[in-house]
């Protein structure tokens, strides 16, 4: 995996000053690069009989569609409020600075199904914790969780405790 690291731009002072950005735009305008990436996101969920892959927006769109796809399963959106054009169960949770929120088409996922949660970056864990919490409530089952890259300093397992979860790189 340490080609994909070589593939990604590091932006110092983004969005803010003291903050590194891992910047994966790079990464997904290689052929390579994106293939290999994908790649690194399904091979664990190979023949896991999983159901549904659960993305959230907005890059978790971008490899958890190319994931369902491989693994032969269905594909849901995990939103922001306001997106989703049906009934919907939402999901507050804490940010450094606020809170933000996410939403899932209440009948998204039936009871029991079996679900991947992907997204590109797992940082403090709030945001994936918050999907995690909306697929048990509707009744899915969390198989596990997949992300590119996981900002390992700043502990966001400790949010995702008791739930497989899988990182292709870590910084």
Do not use: W
């Amino acid at each position: 995996m340490t080609d994909l690291k070589t593939q990604i731009r590091h932006v110092p002072d983004f969005p803010k000053a003291g903050i590194l950005f891992y910047d994966i735009t790079t990464l997904l305008q290689d052929p390579a690069g994106l293939h290999a990436a994908i790649d690194s996101l399904t091979i664990p969920f190979i023949d896991q009989r999983v159901d549904l892959v659960v993305g959230i927006e907005s890059r978790g769109f971008i490899f958890g569609a190319a994931v369902a796809d491989r693994i032969g399963a269905g594909f849901v959106p995990i939103r922001k409020p306001g997106k989703l054009p049906s009934a919907c169960v939402r999901e507050s949770y804490a940010l450094e600075y606020g809170t933000d929120t996410l939403e899932i088409h209440e009948d998204a996922i039936k009871p029991g199904q079996r679900v991947v949660i992907v997204d590109d970056l797992l940082a403090t864990g709030g945001t994936a914790r918050a999907a995690t919490d909306l697929v048990k409530r509707i009744g899915g089952t969390v198989h596990g969780l997949g992300f590119l890259i996981e900002l390992v300093a700043l502990n966001g397992r400790a949010k995702l405790a008791g739930e497989q979860v899988h990182a292709s790189l870590q910084y």
